[in-house]
Structure formats: C-alpha cells, structure tokens
C-alpha cells in the first residue's frame, strides 16, 4: 500500500517562508498527479495546489503568486515552497497523490497522511 509522509511544518511570523515535503512510498505503483492540501480549524479540507505528470500546475486563487508546488520524480516526492506567509494560511497541511497499481493498473488515491501543522503568527 501507498503511504504518505508530510513535513517540514512549523511556526513562523506573518511575511516569512516555509518548505513542505511529501515522501510517497510503497511498491509497484506510478503517481499521476500530486497535490497539496489543507485544512484550517472548523473549516472543511481544499486544493492548494496540484502537478500532475507533465509538470502543469494548478494552484488556489488564495496562494497564487505565493506557493509554488514542484516534485522530484525519481525521489517520488512533493514540495511545496511557500512564501510571504499570511495568517489565514495557518492549517494542517497534508499531500495526496493519483497512484496507478503496475499490477492491477488501478487508479486511487491513498490514505491521507498525518499532516504536517502550519501555523502563522501576526
């Protein structure tokens, strides 16, 4: 089974930068498209900001110009660069991606990871 691994989290003042990464991990799969969500208190989980195999992006109105997604294909990881931090950007953020199983070339998505805390002070 695919796993998820987020880090790079943390508490940081308002205008500042941090660096998110996702490791993906298991056996005979081939990730389609990777993706940054999050998830502030009381608040329901959204996109970020999402690449798919071809290196394309989508990113949310709210983040445009400030986070950038990229991925390493051979480490099988995500990164997410985010800077000039704002306060409502204070959330949980978690990655998940579009695995195909080589065996059964099924499409899923795997269980969600913990998720690493942001936290943004004003």
């Known amino acids: 089974q695919v796993q998820l691994v987020e880090s790079g989290g943390g508490l940081v003042q308002a205008g500042g930068s941090l660096r998110l990464s996702c490791a993906v991990s298991g056996s005979a799969f081939s990730i389609n498209a990777m993706g940054w969500y999050r998830q502030a208190p009381g608040k329901q989980r959204e996109l970020v900001a999402r690449?798919?195999?071809?290196?394309?992006?989508i990113y949310a109105d709210s983040v445009k110009g400030r986070f950038t997604i990229s991925r390493d294909n051979a480490k099988n990881t995500v990164y997410l660069q985010m800077n000039s931090l704002k306060p409502e950007d204070t959330a949980v953020y978690y990655c998940n991606v579009d695995v195909r199983d080589l065996l059964t070339s099924r499409v899923y998505s795997p269980t969600w990871g913990q998720g690493t805390q942001v936290t943004v002070s004003s």
């Open positions: 690449i798919i195999v071809d290196g394309s992006t």
